[in-house]
């Protein structure tokens, strides 16, 4: 990704944002070896049971990113964080803002267990909440690094790098949630919709901070999403198992291609909309899936030749860069079922599936009447968000490096 010296890029709900990272030291991530699960390996449960997460779906209009509790320090302060697959950082608000920073703050100092890491930084995203546009440095954020146990439904970690917040811009004020769990992730993309406060949960794909922890702990360094529509409810994170009771049929497996790093990403031999293609869609593509970002993000080749084979009427919107949009009025007579093909650990096709439900993610702020469409360009980065995980259960596999789907029930 973007990660050169000093920046990488990082997706907020609607859009993509670039970030940049700037001062002394860039967030740094801390590599551990994960142990690969052998293909064809039935993954089970070993000393620890899995735990399952509650998840609150963060709506403004549209499903924009998922928020659970987790808890840092000694004693335990409990925080509410952005589960984020497309990050590998974990970052939250805390008492250094002051007061600030709106959400809940974490106070290191009535942790026994914090140790500052003493070195700050700073993040400044080109995109921010919702349809606004950025103005300037508009979303930024300060940050302290610092290490300190977490624990995630129940699942502890001792000694987990993090970023205390220190302090943010006023746009940050309306995220419902503290922070951003990266460390799902895998790597640079971080989607986080910074509600109150910024806790970032990061999930990159390597196994790092709570998931290397659960490797030691002997479960298996793999975690589970249950992201659905705020109509369906129950959203669940899964840590260290599946829960089969949230899907129909078998999970289909793919495996990331080779040189992933932390990335969660899948390579698709084409797409298809409402059954039809064409050569620019028949082009393979490296996709990420964020579970941050509730958009899709795709090259301008692709956004145009998508929407081109689902109506004339949907155009850039020139007030929003990379936003396309149509009359809402013509939303609901539009058929704008989105097949992107991959490949399965067996060889074999199968589809992931955008419903048409998905093309509006409702009206721009500045013109009631135009409905913005589901998919922003931004050349240099393919990937998926919520729109497409609301309607699967997904296994995100660290250890065997590898992501599974299958039909979510009750979506
Ligand atoms: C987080 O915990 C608080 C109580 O500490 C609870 O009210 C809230 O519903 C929890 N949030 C989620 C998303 O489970
Ligand atoms: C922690 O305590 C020290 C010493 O009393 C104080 O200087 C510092 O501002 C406190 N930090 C926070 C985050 O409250
Ligand atoms: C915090 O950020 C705001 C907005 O950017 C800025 O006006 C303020 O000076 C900053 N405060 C500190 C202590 O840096």
Redesign the pocket.
């Given at each position: 990704m973007f990660n050169s010296a000093n920046s990488w890029v990082k997706t907020l709900s609607l859009f993509c944002s670039i970030l940049v990272v700037s001062g002394e030291a860039v967030p740094q991530t801390i590599q551990l070896q994960s142990r690969n699960i052998p293909k064809g390996e039935v993954l089970r449960r070993r000393a620890l049971s899995p735990t399952a997460l509650p998840l609150a779906d963060f709506f403004l209009g549209t499903d924009l990113q998922w928020f659970g509790n987790i808890s840092v320090g000694t004693p335990p302060q409990v925080l509410t964080v952005v589960f984020d697959t497309g990050s590998s950082t974990l970052e939250f608000a805390s008492t250094l803002c002051g007061g600030?920073c709106a959400q809940v703050e974490f106070d290191p100092n009535k942790s026994s267990t914090f140790v500052d890491g003493g070195r700050t930084s700073s993040i400044t995203f080109a995109t921010g909440v919702g349809v606004d546009p950025v103005i300037g440095s508009n979303y930024?954020l300060?940050l302290r690094s610092g290490r300190d146990t977490v624990s995630v439904g129940g699942l502890s970690a001792t000694g987990v790098s993090l970023f205390l917040i220190t302090?943010?811009?006023?746009k940050f004020n309306i995220d419902p949630f503290s922070g951003i769990q990266g460390e799902m992730l895998n790597s640079w993309l971080f989607r986080q919709h910074l509600i109150y406060a910024i806790f970032i949960v990061g999930m990159g794909a390597t196994a790092q901070g709570i998931f290397a922890a659960l490797i030691s702990q002997g479960l298996p360094s793999l975690f589970s999403l249950y992201v659905t529509p705020q109509a369906v409810g129950n959203a669940e994170l899964n840590v260290g198992g599946i829960d089969n009771s949230k899907f129909t049929g078998t999970p289909v497996f793919a495996s990331l291609p080779s040189g992933s790093g932390s990335a969660w990403q899948l390579q698709s031999p084409g797409i298809s909309v409402n059954g039809k293609t064409t050569s620019v869609l028949q082009t393979s593509r490296t996709i990420i899936f964020d579970s941050g970002t509730s958009n899709v993000l795709f090259s301008t080749a692709t956004a145009n030749a998508i929407y081109a084979l689902i109506s004339p009427n949907i155009k850039p919107n020139p007030a929003e860069a990379g936003t396309y949009g149509i009359a809402c009025n013509l939303i609901p007579t539009l058929p704008a079922k989105i097949d992107i093909a991959f490949v399965s650990q067996s060889g074999t096709p199968f589809n992931l599936t955008i419903p048409s439900s998905e093309l509006s993610v409702g009206p721009f702020a500045n013109n009631s009447s135009l409905c913005q469409t589901l998919i922003n360009a931004f050349d240099g980065l393919e990937l998926v968000g919520g729109s497409l995980l609301k309607h699967y259960y997904s296994i995100w596999d660290v250890g065997g490096k590898r992501m599974g789907f299958a039909p979510a029930v009750g979506v």
């Open positions: 600030s930024k300060t302090n943010q811009t006023v």
